[in-house]
């Protein structure tokens, strides 16, 4: 359980940092097309995206990312800014 309430708190510093709406650990995103799942935040207050292969990669919300909340919706679109 404190694993799942580290990530989220990463990914909330990450998104007040960067002043993005509020996303949650297991949304889905693209990152340059690629379909991932975002799993936490990072130091460089980037967010940590698996891609399906369990790794995680560092990606930057302002680069060519889009996410969806679990109802489909689209929560953030790079590209607007």
Known sequence: ????????SSIDRVTEYRDLPSIKA??????????GVIKSGNRACNFNVDFGDGTLSNCHPYWKFKVWNDQGE???DSKEY
């Open 26 to 35: 297991g949304w889905r995103c693209t990152v340059a097309g690629q379909e």
């Open 1 to 8: 359980m404190s694993d799942i309430i580290e990530a989220q």
């Open 74 to 76: 689209l929560i953030w």
